[in-house]
């Protein structure tokens, strides 16, 4: 089994719908959760990020985490063409030990 | 907010040459920076990680001859590709943690095309 999971396949919503993205993991010891959205040949970019379990918002960008479940989500809100790009799950341990596992990524597009 | 820059964008170069990708943290020291390789639609696969003042701790696979990791200073790590070969060609992406955050930001992407 895979650190983290997430189904990589294609999503296509039309402008203004919710996006509703989810990854589940398997190592109990992560605690930092990040989402991160890579726009085509461009390097990733942080859009959220949680500690512990519980609910993050950033305008349009929610971040859940149910470490009970062992389960995290990203939903976008009004969605716009400009969302359309790849979103990637990331989780770590523990402070101190800075590297991440991904998750595959999801493709997202967003159609006006 | 933090940022990281990585340099060049693009390369394309003949085989059997050696190229060099800067990757420097702005505004934050980073003691660690991490070095990935990405495949057309695949996600991050990390192949090293450069550590400040000591040797870069590769991957099981990577080729530390190949992939030369230099950490120069807090702001500062380079890749070098040596003796580069079609195979090479890839998308490279550097990344730093944050000081006293365990969240990594990345830099742009380097485009590696070998001839």
């Known amino acids: 089994q895979k650190e983290v999971e997430q189904d990589p396949g294609p999503l296509s919503v039309p402008e203004g719908a919710i996006v509703s993205l989810n990854c589940t993991y398997s190592n109990s010891a992560f605690q930092y959760f990040m989402w991160y959205r890579q726009y085509s040949r461009k390097g990733p970019e942080l859009l959220m990020y949680t500690y512990s379990s519980g609910n993050k918002e950033d305008g349009r960008f929610t971040a859940q985490v149910d470490k009970s479940s062992k389960y995290i989500s990203l939903f976008i809100r009004d969605s716009q063409p400009s969302d359309s790009a790849t979103y990637l799950c990331?989780?770590?341990?523990?402070?101190?030990?800075?590297?991440?596992?991904f998750g595959k990524g999801n493709q997202v597009v967003v159609i006006p | 907010g933090a940022v990281v820059s990585q340099h060049p964008s693009r390369v394309i170069c003949k085989s059997g040459t050696s190229v060099k990708i800067e990757c420097r943290s702005l505004d934050f020291q980073a003691t660690t920076m991490f070095w990935y390789r990405q495949f057309p639609k695949q996600s991050l696969m990390l192949m090293a990680t450069?550590?400040?003042?000591?040797?870069?701790?590769?991957e099981q696979g990577v080729e530390k001859d190949k992939f030369l990791i230099n950490h120069a200073s807090l702001t500062l790590s380079t890749l070098t590709v040596t003796s580069a070969h079609p195979e090479d060609s890839s998308f490279y992406i550097c990344?730093?943690?944050?000081?006293?955050?365990?969240?990594?930001?990345f830099g742009a992407g380097t485009r590696l095309s070998v001839l």
């Open positions: 990331a989780m770590s341990a523990y402070y101190g030990n800075n590297r991440l596992a």
């Open positions: 990344s730093a943690p944050l000081t006293g955050k365990n969240i990594q930001y």
């Open positions: 450069s550590n400040e003042g000591s040797k870069a701790t590769y």
